[in-house]
């Protein structure tokens, strides 16, 4: 398995980097994920563009330009050959000789086989509990998850499979995916702010546009009780239906459901 470090390809188990690294000693660095289907990299462009949004922000500079970058993860395609597999590009605040500034940052691509996501809506149980907690900087994917790991034992005693950030009685986001609903009049409805913007997030607003109202806005706790359906997205599970949010249910999602065309959709854009 060949990963990629500092302008190097490398066996994974050899892969090393400094214990002096930022992203170690104060968990500073951002990171991207997306899947590649049978060695095709899906959506490149718009993960590499939220990259380059969050390495601005962060004050992190990687020596490679976009079409650079994305050359690298092809070679690294090629060397691997998996079927189908995620890569991870994460840059971290690098090597710092005080441990607080940020120096030259660090570049890990690593690509391992992940499964292959369902064709059709899963249709299990899947519930998400509140919790009160807004990212720091939410506008990038960063590396650190404390809340999201912190709070998986008790996520577990609630029953439930994720846990759904809230803040001044407006939910945000999951750790690892968007939040939406379904309104009782077909409208689509996402949070607009205080979260990260996922590409699989903006590719279901755009293939929503096309038949339905779509409304980027502050979405309530009452804004949930009132919706007919829910749902969460991202680049390894596309939709998840929602099938309850604390004591809030919605049932399974049928297959004439919103969820279950938005679903359809997306499967056919990666085609």
């Known amino acids: 398995m060949i990963s990629y470090v500092n302008g190097a390809?490398?066996?994974?188990?050899?892969?090393?980097?400094?214990?002096?690294?930022?992203?170690?000693?104060r968990g500073y660095g951002v990171f991207d994920f997306l899947r590649v289907k049978e060695q095709h990299p899906l959506f490149l462009n718009a993960h590499i563009n939220r990259l380059y949004r969050s390495l601005e922000i962060m004050r992190l500079q990687v020596p490679y330009s976009k079409e650079q970058l994305k050359d690298i993860i092809d070679e690294l395609v090629s060397k691997n050959k998996f079927a189908h597999s995620g890569i991870r590009i994460t840059v971290t605040g690098g090597a710092s000789p005080d441990g607080y500034t940020p120096v030259e940052p660090h570049i890990?691509?690593?690509?391992?086989?992940?499964?292959?996501?369902?064709?059709?809506?899963?249709?299990?149980?899947?519930?998400?509990?509140?919790?009160?907690?807004?990212?720091?900087?939410?506008?990038?994917?960063?590396?650190?998850?404390?809340?999201?790991?912190?709070l998986q034992p008790w996520i577990k005693e609630q029953g439930a499979h994720d846990v759904l950030?809230?803040?001044?009685?407006?939910?945000?986001?999951?750790?690892?995916?968007?939040?939406?609903?379904?309104?009782?009049?077909?409208?689509?409805?996402?949070?607009?702010?205080?979260?990260?913007?996922?590409?699989?997030r903006e590719n279901i607003l755009t293939v929503a546009?096309?038949?339905?109202?779509?409304?980027?806005?502050?979405?309530?706790?009452?804004?949930?009780?009132?919706?007919?359906?829910?749902?969460?997205?991202?680049?390894?599970?596309?939709?998840?239906?929602?099938?309850?949010?604390?004591?809030?249910?919605?049932?399974?999602?049928?297959?004439?459901s919103i969820s279950a065309i938005l679903f359809e959709s997306l499967r056919r854009m990666e085609e």
Not at 9 to 25: H, K, R, T, Y
Not at 113 to 130: E, R, W
Not at 211 to 218: G, H
């Open 9 to 25: 390809f490398i066996e994974l188990q050899n892969a090393v980097i400094p214990v002096s690294d930022l992203g170690l000693q």
């Open 165 to 200: 950030y809230c803040w001044e009685n407006s939910v945000t986001e999951c750790p690892r995916a968007n939040f939406f609903i379904i309104t009782q009049n077909n409208t689509l409805v996402t949070p607009a702010t205080g979260m990260l913007k996922g590409v699989t």
């Open 108 to 150: 890990i691509i690593v690509q391992q086989p992940i499964a292959v996501p369902p064709d059709t809506l899963p249709s299990g149980a899947y519930k998400l509990v509140t919790h009160a907690y807004r990212r720091q900087i939410p506008e990038v994917k960063t590396t650190d998850y404390l809340m999201a790991i912190w």
């Open 209 to 256: 546009k096309n038949s339905m109202t779509v409304e980027e806005r502050v979405i309530t706790l009452e804004d949930i009780r009132g919706a007919k359906e829910a749902f969460i997205s991202s680049s390894t599970k596309r939709i998840i239906p929602v099938t309850a949010v604390d004591d809030v249910e919605f049932g399974t999602a049928g297959e004439d």
